[in-house]
């Protein structure tokens, strides 16, 4: 059964016409930007018949033009909480209130469009079941988040009382988190600050960029190592504020993408002298370092993740290339 509220009368479907700037947009992106949906939201509706164009279904792929008027019959359904599942993840530390996991890439946080199962918080409430009281039931003890493809440390509350502590101590910037990133080129100075507002992209909605009206954000940076061949930098990371895709925005912003980043301009072979061209098969961007102080103890916590093996491997084959 369809997860969207769809039927078929057509009184009930939300009428759309097309504005100037929007003729020429594809159907999925138009609809997405007029409604506020997401990408994948409004291309599931397009799939089950929803969005008509001149009275009839259209392909998501479908251009428009200005004047037409667009038809969407129902919308998509709330958000599902996360069902409780094995899932493969690393417990550095659990206590009554806390609990930091290792998360490896390629693991979703908590379920959002084309992710109902198979996240983070599945296997949270599978190993903690006592997370579900703790905080949105929708993403039960998550304080912060990890991109999908960003591997590291993730701080869980395991109690209400933890939550709203911990949650507190995020928005005040008191949660110290670092990051190594391998990025492209080399900087002329080994240490700085970008200080960059960050916003949704205004001609790609699934993307974030540095824009005047966004939020604020802020990332310190540190090259630990630069190499020669490829010409890439081993980076640490300091975030002082916490938007979507903060570092790999950053980064990308003054000319340095993330390798492996296929979003951000990163995603290309790695051309060692001695080897054939290296993929690396995901972002080198690992959240290596968290610190804070217990929200119930006081008593301050430094965790640290070493480099997943094919992160590491990657290293490897710079040093000896």
């Known amino acids: 059964m369809s997860e969207h509220a769809v039927g078929g009368n057509d009184s009930e479907a939300e009428r759309f016409p097309v504005p100037a700037s929007l003729a020429g947009e594809r159907v999925d992106r138009a609809v997405a930007l007029l409604t506020g949906w997401s990408r994948a939201d409004v291309q599931t509706l397009v799939e089950e018949g929803a969005v008509r164009v001149a009275g009839r279904p259209v392909a998501k792929s479908r251009r428009l033009a200005e004047g037409e008027d667009i038809e969407v019959v129902g919308e998509p359904a709330a958000e599902a909480p996360p069902v409780s599942e094995p899932v493969d993840f690393i417990v550095v530390h659990a206590d009554a209130d806390v609990v930091v996991v290792s998360k490896p890439a390629g693991l979703v946080v908590h379920p959002g469009a084309g992710h109902t199962t198979g996240t983070l918080a599945g296997g949270l409430l599978y190993r903690f079941p006592e997370v579900a009281d703790a905080g949105d039931p929708l993403r039960p003890g998550i304080v912060h988040r990890l991109d999908r493809d960003t591997s590291g440390l993730l701080v869980v509350a395991r109690s209400a009382r933890a939550y709203s502590a911990l949650t507190a101590a995020l928005a005040a910037r008191e949660i110290e988190r670092r990051y190594l990133a391998l990025v492209w080129g080399h900087f002329e100075s080994r240490r700085g600050t970008i200080d960059a507002p960050i916003g949704r992209s205004a001609t790609r909605r699934t993307r974030m960029a540095v824009r005047e009206a966004g939020k604020e954000a802020r990332t310190g940076y ?11 930098a081993l980076v640490d990371c300091r975030l002082e504020t916490g938007r979507t895709h903060q570092i790999r ?3 990308a912003a003054i000319g340095h993408p993330v390798v492996g980043d296929a979003t951000y301009g990163g995603d290309r072979p790695l051309r060692l002298r001695s080897l054939a061209p290296l993929r690396v098969g995901r972002l080198f961007l690992h959240a290596r370092w968290l610190a804070f102080d217990h929200p119930v103890t006081g008593e301050r916590l430094e ?6 093996p094919e992160l590491a491997s990657v290293l490897e084959a710079l040093d000896s290339g």
């Open 249 to 251: 925005v950053h980064l």
């Open 303 to 308: 965790l640290a993740d070493p480099l997943p």
């Open 222 to 232: 540190e090259v630990t190592r630069q190499y020669e061949h490829p010409v890439t």
